[in-house]
């Protein structure tokens, strides 16, 4: 993974966000293009991404909020203001990698980096949202299943998984 630079997101990035968004996710899933500026504009230092050094592509990033809650609710989704800056835990809200940069071990190597920038900031665990077809990922990077969310967004049945720092 060498040939990635995983950083906070510029703000001069936001439009390329949107299209990696819209291309990794189904519509009924994806982030607005209108929450994932404000998303970007008040909390960029929850938003890591992976650039590819050779290209300055960014290939893939994860994003969540900072809050002191436990488990997740679809608010986390759309309101930014929900987040509290110095919240123990971060509610993550969308892994994203290119098609062209899956299956070599990148959306690990985004996980692994954000888990260390968080635990430094003492953080104390990261709650994600995921379809079934995604745990068995989510299980390899070390997260625990809860078991099905409460969260119907974009319709669908997820599971919540968590990892403590």
Same mark, same amino acid.
């Given at each position: ?31 607005? /293009? ?6 970007? #504009? ?9 650039? *590819? +050094?050779?290209? &300055? ?41 290119? /098609? ?6 990148? #959306? ?9 920038? *968080? +635990?430094?900031? &003492? ?43």
């Amino acid at each position: 993974m060498n040939q990635f630079e995983f950083r906070d997101i510029l703000p001069q990035e936001v439009e390329a966000a949107i299209a990696i968004e819209q291309t990794c996710f189904p519509p009924n899933e994806a982030c607005s /293009p209108k929450a994932m500026t404000e998303r970007i #504009a008040k909390v960029p230092d929850l938003f890591m991404v992976a650039v *590819e +050094k050779s290209t &300055g592509e960014i290939a893939g990033f994860l994003n969540g909020v900072s809050t002191n809650e436990t488990t997740f609710r679809d608010e986390f989704f759309t309101d930014i203001s929900l987040c509290e800056h110095a919240g123990e835990n971060i509610m993550l809200l969308g892994l994203d990698v290119l /098609p062209r940069y899956r299956g070599k071990g990148l #959306a690990r190597a985004i996980v692994s980096a954000y888990c260390k920038r *968080e +635990k430094e900031k &003492g953080r104390k665990m990261l709650v994600l949202t995921c379809l079934e077809e995604k745990v068995p990922m989510y299980l390899k990077f070390g997260f625990a299943d809860q078991g099905i969310a409460n969260s119907s967004w974009g319709g669908e049945e997820w599971h919540e998984m968590t990892i403590i720092l």
